[in-house]
């Protein structure tokens, strides 16, 4: 839920025939030297006698390394191997997308299908959502999770299918057309599961383990916490308070399945799925190639994303992968298909699986390294002369429609621009209201008035035009605060703010931002403080809470907007 910026992204075609796979497999002491790089790497980021991770490596269908790392249970002692059962969270999801996939190719579903024909408890938008945007991760569907913490549920608790349909059937907006944009959204997938089930009469553990997980020999795995399937060998994930002291994450082995997560497994079994995209024993012949179709923008963009798996390249390979991630769980899946070469690794802590995928994978791996792409120089112009003194009508601080603050100043007769999370950047002049930052090309640009004060900046970056508005940051006064005062209720979320001031400041009344978020989403002055930005806008630390008016100007609601991820969450004064 971290706000990331866009980079563009080109996928390197892969390289064939010249490079090879180490030959490790045919040379013991080679096994040994490649087995010992692997204790050093996992040794260096997990402790013996704490939580841990198992591996797997696999080179053209024979798995060549296996080990568990660390412990299972820190009570009893129990260490990790091969064979332990670990909830491998959104790694499930390529699971649903093959659920998916197979009613497809059945003939039961159709991608192209509106979800409202499965689905009709979800709202009638502006523009059909299908199956595919689903899969995709491009319906503009709000994801369920951002939803929640804003409605106030406990984020590390499994919700009930009902509470979770409820949440996302209330959302009478999306964040964006469907199609128009790739963002990652829980909610698709658990609607995705529901699919599954109404079409089928089962749910969606119950189907994958009649089409899936029992022709692949997965005896071990399930979209929920089975004892009986584990024979005791669960890996209890745990959650870290950051001094070295872990709690228990518990399991609930009666929680209802769901097409977003929750399966759990173990890296042996996650071998066999990862075999059938050579072996083919799910499915027609283009079963496998439908799970690697990438989806596409409306503007024709393909993504990067196909049926749950992450279209990717890596030292000049293709790569197929996907995580999963929680407060007590980890796990990724990495493929290089073009060398049946993959690596598997679930962790019961919150550790970074993909880096470690990546890590082993370079010690196998023969391929050739491609240099990273120089970036773009600066463009060079000739920098045009321009009187400091018109510097006075473009210093204070703008505001994006997310929220985002950007601080323009002066020192020493020069203009700076200073983003979030950077030091003050110099702009150089190309003109009296256009500049260049001295480090990267970016431009930003003024619009002004008669007076030459500006009323707005707009930053250029990559082909992108970001509008921010300039913020009267002055305070406001006792009776502007008193203005916003009042209860607020949201039939999208149902549930209640209040706005009140506080020391001449204003607050507001709702849900803590939880503990695990604040990485991503920290107030420095308080998770309460509504900070002023523009004209009845504020914002707090997931984005900005802009109030409205009716026709007699008086204060009527607000809207909540945290940029693509979160898009108009509409308050009612009551």
């Known amino acids: 839920m971290s706000k990331t910026s866009i980079h563009p992204s080109a996928w390197a075609l892969a390289l064939l025939g010249a490079t090879m796979l180490c030959a490790v497999a045919c040379d013991a002491r080679g096994d040994d030297a490649i087995e010992d790089r692997i204790d050093r790497l996992v040794a260096a980021k997990i402790k013996p006698d704490g939580p841990g991770c198992a591996v797997l490596v696999v080179d053209d269908g024979r798995i060549v390394f296996k080990r568990g790392y660390g412990l299972a249970d820190l009570d009893s002692g129990r260490p990790i191997t091969p064979a332990s059962v670990f909830n491998i969270e959104s790694v499930s999801k390529q699971f649903t997308a093959a659920c998916i996939a197979l009613l497809a190719e059945r003939g039961q579903i159709s991608l192209d299908d509106d979800i409202r024909r499965y689905l009709p408890e979800m709202p009638q938008y502006d523009w059909p959502i299908r199956i595919r945007h689903l899969i995709h991760h491009t319906s503009g569907i709000r994801d369920f999770e951002i939803l929640s913490f804003l409605k106030g549920l406990p984020v590390d608790v499994p919700r009930p299918e009902p509470v979770v349909l409820d949440l996302v059937a209330r959302q009478k907006q999306l964040n964006f057309r469907p199609g128009d944009m790739r963002r990652y959204s829980n909610s698709g997938y658990f609607l995705l599961g529901l699919i599954v089930e109404r079409v089928t009469g089962l749910s969606i553990g119950e189907y994958a383990e009649k089409e899936i997980f029992a022709p692949l020999g997965m005896t071990h795995t ?10 005791g060998d669960l890996a209890v994930g745990y959650v870290s308070d950051g001094q070295g002291k872990y709690r228990i994450r518990r399991v609930d082995p009666d929680a209802d399945e769901f097409g977003y997560g929750g399966i759990h497994t173990t890296v042996e079994d996650l071998y066999l799925w990862d075999q059938n995209f050579y072996t083919s024993r799910i499915g027609t012949e283009g079963f496998n190639a439908l799970m ?70 370079d010690l196998y791996l023969d391929a050739p390294k491609q240099e990273a792409a120089p970036h773009p120089a600066p463009a060079t112009w000739a920098a045009a002369e321009v009187d400091p003194a018109v510097y006075a009508g473009y210093e204070g601080k703008y505001s994006g429609d997310d929220g985002t603050i950007l601080t323009v100043s002066i020192d020493d007769n020069r203009l700076f621009i200073q983003p979030p999370g950077a030091g003050p950047l110099e702009l150089l002049a190309k003109s009296s209201t256009e500049y260049s930052l001295k480090v990267a090309n970016i431009q930003v640009s003024f619009c002004t008035d008669e007076n030459g004060n500006a009323s707005k900046l707009v930053w250029h970056q990559g082909g992108f035009h970001i509008t921010a508005a300039r913020v009267d940051d002055r305070p406001l006064t006792a009776e502007q605060l008193a203005e916003y005062e009042g209860e607020y209720y949201s039939d999208e979320l149902d549930v209640t703010y ?30 309460n403080l509504l900070k002023p930005g523009a004209r009845d806008q504020f914002t707090r630390s997931y984005g900005a809470i802009t109030f409205s008016r009716d026709d007699s100007g008086r204060i009527a609601g607000f809207s909540v907007n945290g940029g693509p991820d979160l898009s108009d969450v509409r308050f009612s004064r009551r």
């Open 222 to 231: 399930g979209y929920h916490y089975d004892p009986a399937r584990t024979a």
């Open 292 to 361: 690697l179709t990438q989806g596409t923008n409306n503007n024709g963009t393909k993504l990067g994303y196909a049926f749950g798996l992450d279209i990717g390249d890596h030292m000049g390979l293709t790569t197929v992968s996907h995580g999963g991630g929680s407060l007590a769980y980890n796990a990724f899946l990495l493929r290089f298909p073009e060398r049946k070469f993959s690596v598997i690794c679930l962790a019961n802590h919150q550790f970074n699986t993909g880096r470690l995928c990546y890590e082993i994978a």
């Open 498 to 527: 209040g706005v009140y001031v506080n020391q001449d400041r204003l607050c507001l009344r709702a849900p803590r931002v939880p503990d695990v978020l604040q990485r991503n989403f920290r107030d420095p002055d308080g998770e």
